[in-house]
């Protein structure tokens, strides 16, 4: 009789440990602190987004979630990294999507094995110039440089970013000569526009608002679909019949190839209750990006993918195609 | 005036015993990092942003503010202690500073750094309150040509700063040039002596060149030499600066601040740059330049008081334009957008308070700091008398890790390494490293003048000239240039007299 307790005590124990070994491996994501690689420098745009993130996904998740920064190479430092890790979900790459749209239409082999989760929200890129300018629409730019081709310059923050795309999207669809001139510094930027040394810039709307709102700068168009609703007097570039210079800031969370179902889903439903939540949405808001939450990993690779062959047609055109 | 009632309102908000308490972690963390070598502030300010969203707005930004301040005065600590700088603008420190420790006399050296950067620090910041708008406006006259004809005024000072061979100086200013090279070329963005490597494409980074080239060969040349003979006075000589000290210095100081303000009221210009130009500004106007080097003070004061005037200067268009100076008052700039504040030309107006919190704030922080600082002196002191083995192997730790904490990479470490193998050869052939770390920072800022100006002015050589502003310069490098060669030719002619 004792031998039996015992023999049903050893068995019941093993069974046990085997079912708790069964539900080690289907642990519920996430069980473990995640880290969101910004590839760039603290303080920047997109490391801002993220940080004004991480309270709201910590506290959802019930894991600490972080933002840590890894700068270079614009960006394919930071994509390096993540594409290289494990692809459990606990190493995400936050990043406006320049390193997957532009670096790879430059340059095929800057292209990194990345699987996008999801779009969280857009800025507007704009073309500025100073309030003395005698520029004051659109029009008067174009109808200028139609009448002194190459005589205007366009400052963006190098051949790299989104707005040189707009640029040449635009310089293309308006068939206009600006000579362009890259300043990889966005502030000396607007600073050499404020001063006069160039004639516009085109940017990102973070770096001129201030600025707009000052009237030190005027906005000539956006190049987003509507109207901005901080500055609803500029028009887009779509009403101006240039409908295809919508080059965007877009920020976009990304994964290592090949992510587990699990932990694409668990992050679509996070996102969707964290942009959703007032505070978040206000220091978005803030930090004048518009919140815009897209999900669906399929549909995603088809847009970046398309992007990338987008960029890669200007950029053959351009010469820059490596 | 309303400008010093807004100021007194200032000074009364941070007077707050909540500010206060922010002001004196913000100015203890700064002094860390400013010793510390590679973590500078940016690293401090960003750990501490997601601290900073539990926290009023003008809280967190004094506190920022003091990382920022603190982070100078930590800074050159480490130059005059152990010849090791912990920021990049406390290179300069290091010639004199050092040279005095040397001699027994690092309390002075610490205190006189100390004071000049408090009466830069608090003199320029009542200049800023004054003057700031025009100073703006004149800021934004500073377009590609003008950069470019500043740089190359910039980069011809070297031929002051050299201590010894001037061809040697001009061979390591212009290894720093071909150095400042590597990377992304600024128009075309190809890729430039990267070998492949990913991280290279961003150059080869400053903070690791500087840690490596001052911090890890001052080590190993140490360690060297101190199996044949003792280093150190072992008796410090006092622990303030003398009054002899004081007359000697209070000149440079002036002068200090004046060129530190102005240089750091132009955009871009990064702190380092001014304290170059002090340093090399006394050694002309000093009736015995060839002491510098050997312990002068004015080397230390000069060079000091350009810094904290310049991190001033860089207050006006960040304060008046939103037009952020560097790295950290990028990210302090971003923290204000996160609370909602709006950096830039309306923020004297919307937040008024927030305003003047911010620039009172920065006179207590000054004064924090001294008192922060004097003191420690004795202890700072102390640590010299730490036995070497220890002490070497402690810096060699800090400057591994940070040297990694830059950007989270091994690449920086090992970069940090090769230079530090190549500051220990350099050290022992007599080769200086600052023309070096001179010609990498103006570098790529000389390269970026020059092709944008190329572009703007469509290829022409010209515009260098026919701007006034950049003409003025350009023609102040020629002097500078013209006046090294006389005074070497009277200098010949004077050998030749004492000769008959």
């Known amino acids: 009789m004792k031998m039996k307790i015992v023999w049903i005590i050893l068995i019941a124990t093993v069974v046990g440990i085997g079912f708790n070994a069964v539900g080690y491996a289907q642990e519920k994501y996430p069980s473990k602190p995640t880290q969101i690689v910004v590839p760039f420098g603290a303080g920047g745009s997109s490391d801002l987004f993220f940080r004004s993130l991480t309270d709201e996904l910590s506290k959802t998740m019930k894991v600490p979630v972080t933002v840590v920064n890894r700068t270079g190479a614009s960006g394919l430092v930071g994509a390096d990294f993540v594409a290289n890790s494990k692809n459990d979900g606990y190493t995400l790459l936050g990043t406006s999507s320049a390193p997957v749209t532009i670096a790879p239409a430059i340059d095929p082999k800057d292209a990194r094995e990345l699987d996008p989760l999801a779009l969280l929200a857009y800025q507007a890129n704009i073309i500025v110039t100073r309030s003395e300018s005698e520029f004051k629409t659109l029009d008067d730019l174009v109808a200028y440089a139609k009448k002194k081709p190459g005589a205007l310059t366009c400052g963006t923050s190098g051949i790299e970013s989104e707005p040189y795309f707009a640029l040449e999207l635009f310089k293309a669809a308006a068939k206009i000569d600006l000579r362009h001139v890259p300043i990889s510094s966005s502030r000396e930027g607007i600073t050499s526009t404020l001063g006069g040394h160039i004639d516009f810039w085109f940017g990102s709307l973070a770096t001129s608002q201030s600025l707009m709102k000052a009237d030190r700068i005027r906005g000539l168009a956006v190049c987003t679909e509507r109207r901005l609703e901080s500055f609803p007097s500029i028009p887009t570039f779509a009403e101006k019949h240039y409908p295809q210079v919508n080059v965007n800031l877009i920020i976009t969370l990304l994964g290592p190839r090949g992510l587990p179902p699990a932990v694409i889903k668990t992050w679509e439903d996070v996102l969707k209750s964290v942009l959703a939540n007032p505070e978040v949405a206000a220091s978005i808001k803030r930090l004048n990006y518009d919140i815009d939450l897209q999900v669906g990993t399929e549909k995603l690779r088809t847009y970046f993918k398309g992007e990338v062959e987008r960029f890669s047609k200007i950029a053959k055109q351009t010469g820059l195609r490596k | 005036m309303e400008s010093l009632q807004n100021l007194v309102m200032g000074l009364g908000t941070a007077l707050h015993p909540v500010n206060l308490f922010y002001c004196f972690i913000g100015v203890l963390i700064g002094t860390l990092t400013g010793v510390l070598p590679g973590i500078g502030p940016v690293g401090a300010i960003s750990l501490l942003l997601p601290v900073t969203f539990h926290v009023p707005p003008l809280s967190a930004f004094i506190m920022l503010a003091g990382i920022m301040y603190g982070a100078q005065y930590g800074g050159s600590t480490t130059s005059i202690l152990v010849n090791i700088p912990g920021e990049a603008s406390s290179v300069i420190t290091c010639m004199d500073g050092y040279a005095m420790a040397r001699k027994g006399r690092a309390g002075p050296a610490l205190g006189m750094a100390a004071f000049a950067s408090f009466i830069a620090g608090t003199g320029t910041l009542f200049a800023l309150v004054l003057v700031a708008p025009p100073l703006a406006e004149f800021g934004l006259r500073f377009g590609p040509p003008e950069y470019f004809s500043l740089m190359v005024c910039g980069l011809t000072i070297v031929v002051y700063l050299a201590r010894g061979s001037i061809a040697k100086a001009l061979m390591m200013m212009s290894f720093g040039l071909i150095l400042a090279a590597v990377g992304l070329d600024p128009i075309s963005s190809h890729p430039r002596f990267t070998y492949g490597v990913l991280a290279l494409r961003d150059g080869v980074g400053l903070p690791q060149v500087v840690i490596g080239l001052f911090g890890v060969s001052e080590v190993l040349i140490t360690v060297e030499r101190s199996f044949s003979r003792v280093v150190f006075e072992t008796k410090i000589k006092g622990l303030l600066p003398t009054l002899q000290d004081w007359k ?230 020629l002097l500078i240039l013209l006046s090294s060669f006389l005074s070497k030719k009277k200098l010949g002619e004077d050998i030749l007299n004492m000769e008959e």
């Open chain 2, 248 to 477: 000697d210095s209070i000149l440079p100081v002036l002068r200090a601040s004046f060129l530190g303000f102005f240089m750091g009221i132009i955009p871009g210009i990064s702190v380092v740059i001014p304290t170059f130009v002090s340093y090399s500004l006394e050694k002309k106007l000093s009736r015995f330049p060839e002491k510098f080097g050997t312990g002068v003070i004015a080397g230390v004061a000069g060079p000091e008081a350009a810094n904290n005037a310049a991190a001033s200067g860089t207050l006006v268009p960040l304060l008046s334009l939103g037009i952020p100076a560097g790295a950290s008052s990028a990210i302090v700039l971003g923290a204000l957008m996160i609370y909602g504040l709006n950096p830039g030309p309306l923020l004297i107006k919307e937040s008024p308070q927030v305003f003047w919190g911010v620039i009172g704030s920065m006179y207590i922080g000054n004064v924090m700091l001294l008192l922060l600082n004097l003191p420690l002196i004795g202890i700072w002191v102390k640590v010299l008398k730490i036995p070497y083995g220890i002490l070497f192997s402690l810096i060699i730790l800090f400057c591994l890790i940070g040297s990694y904490t830059i950007n989270n990479s091994l690449t920086d470490m090992y970069i940090m390494i090769i230079f530090g193998v190549m500051g220990y050869l350099m050290k022992k052939f007599d080769y200086e490293a600052t023309p070096l770390i001179l010609a990498l920072v103006l570098g790529p800022m000389i390269e970026n003048a020059l092709a944008r100006s190329m572009i703007i002015s469509r290829g022409s050589f010209l515009v260098f000239f026919q701007r006034p502003i950049s003409a003025i310069f350009l023609g102040m490098a």
